[in-house]
């Protein structure tokens, strides 16, 4: 157990997630690292996720649970979880992705002692019932903005950033590549994104229109280079290409 622990802040947006939200908020429960707030806002689920989500607050006040009035999206709903942070870390975790123990204490320890401001870590793949499938996205080293144009590896569930020497975070609004445009914003300004080798997040692979949301994935990637990072259409297409080479490696 680490000594000093500054305050943590868990971003957790959260959309329809009756099956899975329970689950991903035990794991931050389990952590080793125990100075953490949890903080949810739900984009008006139509399910039974804020049920749930309310009833796990009423027995952990770390849990900070918000209900949106109308449907905004997940960019919007980021931002609001981050606008209710207290911490000096913010890390982020999908509703439906699962927390290894060790996952908080394993960075922070990590960049207290190294000085850094964003961590990302290798992470596994578990089906819909949380089945392992025997597959690891593994690290690439150091990370600046370039070699992240190329492939956009960070897995949102794994990053921790220290506001403190990345600044304030705010996510722009794009449908599901809204990570990938808020990790560009840091590592464009020279930070480095430092990676943990070892697996520190179960991510859920789920199968409903999976084919279909690669492609909207893909389309929101190509807004995300043209659009936000204003890239030239050439070299947007050069980092394009270098992207579906290795999500397509990434999947075999």
């Keep these: 157990m680490m000594e000093t622990q500054p305050l943590v802040s868990v971003i ?15 794991s931050v429960q389990r952590q080793t690292y125990s100075n953490w707030e949890l903080l949810i806002v739900d984009d008006v689920s139509t399910d039974e996720t804020v049920k749930i989500v309310t009833k796990r607050t009423e027995t952990d006040e770390r ?8 449907h905004s999206g997940i960019a919007d709903t980021r931002n609001q979880c981050i606008q209710m942070a207290q911490g000096r870390f913010l890390a982020f975790l999908d509703a439906d992705d699962i927390w290894h123990p060790e996952k908080l204490e394993t960075q922070v320890r990590f960049m207290l002692e190294n000085h850094v401001g964003f961590t990302y870590s290798t992470y596994d793949w578990i089906d819909e019932e949380g089945n392992t499938l025997n597959k690891s996205i593994n690290t690439i080293g150091r990370l600046d903005y370039e070699t992240y144009l190329r492939n956009t590896i960070i897995g949102c569930s794994t990053v921790v950033v220290d506001k403190t020497i990345v600044g304030e975070i705010v996510v722009p609004r794009f ?35 999976a084919s279909s949301n690669k492609l909207k994935a893909a389309a929101d990637l190509w807004k995300v280079y043209r659009r936000h990072e204003k890239l030239p259409f050439f070299k947007a297409i050069f980092f394009f290409s270098c992207y579906a080479f290795n999500a397509i490696k990434k999947r075999l």
């Excluded at 849990?63 to 109308?70: A, C, G, N, T, W």
């Excluded at 808020?182 to 692979?205: E, M, N």
Aim: net charge positive; hydrophobic share 40%; aromatic share 10%.
């Design 175 to 209: 449908r599901t590549s809204e990570d990938t445009a808020t990790w560009l914003d840091i590592l464009k300004q020279g930070h480095l994104a430092y990676a943990i080798d070892k697996p520190l997040v179960s991510y859920r692979i789920r199968r409903r229109s």
């Design 12 to 26: 957790m947006p959260c959309y329809n997630m009756e099956k899975y939200v329970a689950d991903s908020i035990a």
């Design 63 to 70: 849990i900070h649970f918000v209900v949106k009035p109308q």
